[in-house]
């Protein structure tokens, strides 16, 4: 079975940066889409970013992270990264990667339900 390995997480103040790496058992060319979510308390697990292609860098950023985090992927590491930058308390959150292995393709890439494997989260938390 394949499994979705996050790490990276941690305790920033607002402004910094933290890199958070996603480690997969299963190559990347099974997956047709590959996503960053992340979850607040009290609030829906939202998509952050999100690959639009299996095998080329296409992907497409969340409005209220634009310009401040970036998406990337290690065929051969067999990772996938989010490089977050300027961090903002309204950062804070559990971080998931997400695989869609099932689905057609063409999205909808920040539908929680377009995505059948999840990592079990890092956290990640920006004080001011």
């Known amino acids: 079975e394949a499994q979705l390995v996050e790490s990276g997480g941690g305790s920033v103040q607002a402004g910094r940066s933290l890199r958070l790496s996603c480690d997969s058992s299963d190559t990347f060319y099974n997956f047709n889409s590959m996503a960053w979510f992340r979850q607040s308390p009290g609030k829906e697990r939202e998509g952050v970013a999100a690959f639009t292609d299996t095998f080329s860098d296409l992907a497409t950023v969340a409005d209220s992270v634009k310009g401040r985090f970036t998406i990337s992927r290690d065929y051969v590491k067999r990772t996938m990264y989010l490089q977050m930058d300027n961090l903002k308390p309204d950062d804070t959150a559990v971080y998931y990667c997400?695989?869609?292995?099932?689905?057609?393709?063409?999205?909808?890439?920040?539908?929680?339900?377009?995505?059948?494997?999840w990592g079990q989260g890092t956290q990640v938390t920006v004080s001011s």
């Open positions: 997400a695989a869609a292995r099932r689905a057609l393709g063409g999205g909808p890439w920040f539908e929680r339900s377009y995505y059948d494997l």
